[in-house]
């Protein structure tokens, strides 16, 4: 099976001058907007934007943020040979399945340790993403869930299926993990992974 390739040119155009997506579903906490803002002003841009040539001009598939930090520079965008339906694929799937990779921490402690930035903003993503954080992520303090009291539980002889996701700095994790497991030692069909 031949690969297409859909990048049809590198263009450098002004950001303000692309069309943001309006189905766009990424939503940029201010921890993000620091975190751009400081690598664009210590490095600058390394990354092209996406974009397709729709009806009214080029419109973003990716780089929403990085056009709207940096509204009247000439940023570079890869122009796809993609349809309104396929630029919609790549926009639901593009960071999920980016996101789908697995760190080798080895590997990245010791790239974090050979890397520096006199940025306060990026400096403070390489310490979190070093403590095993993702950057972002603001500890709120110890956790410490109230597993006495059992006044709001309803019982019931149906089975409950749920499916719980919790996001923690790594060194938390196997605190968190054995309060968890205690909680629910007894219950039949709990699953820890």
């Given amino acids: 099976m031949a690969i297409r390739d859909r990048i049809k ?25 620091e975190a751009i803002s400081g690598i664009l002003e210590d490095i600058g841009y ?14 973003l598939i990716d780089g929403h943020l990085r056009a709207e930090t940096t509204p009247d520079e000439d940023v570079p965008v890869l122009v796809l040979d993609v349809s309104e339906d396929e630029a919609d694929i790549i926009l639901a799937t593009l ?30 993503i390489l310490e979190q993403i070093g403590m095993g954080m993702t950057p972002g992520f603001e500890p709120v303090g110890a956790w410490s869930p109230d597993i006495e009291n059992t006044d709001s539980i309803v019982p019931t002889s149906e089975p ?6 919790i996001k923690c700095p790594i060194q938390l994790e196997d605190e968190i993990r054995g309060v968890v497991t205690e909680t629910l030692k007894g219950y039949d069909s709990v699953t820890i992974q």
Avoid: C
């Fill in 9 to 33: 040119e590198l263009r450098r155009v002004k950001a303000s001058e692309i069309i943001p997506n309006p189905k766009n579903w990424r939503i940029h906490p201010n921890s993000q907007r």
């Fill in 46 to 59: 390394a990354d092209a934007l996406i974009a397709y040539e729709g009806e009214n001009g080029l419109t």
């Fill in 95 to 124: 960071d999920p399945v980016a996101g789908m990779a697995e760190a080798n921490q080895s590997a990245l402690s010791d790239l974090l340790d050979r890397v520096f930035s006199e940025d306060n903003r990026v400096s403070a």
């Fill in 160 to 165: 409950i299926q749920s499916t719980v996701e």
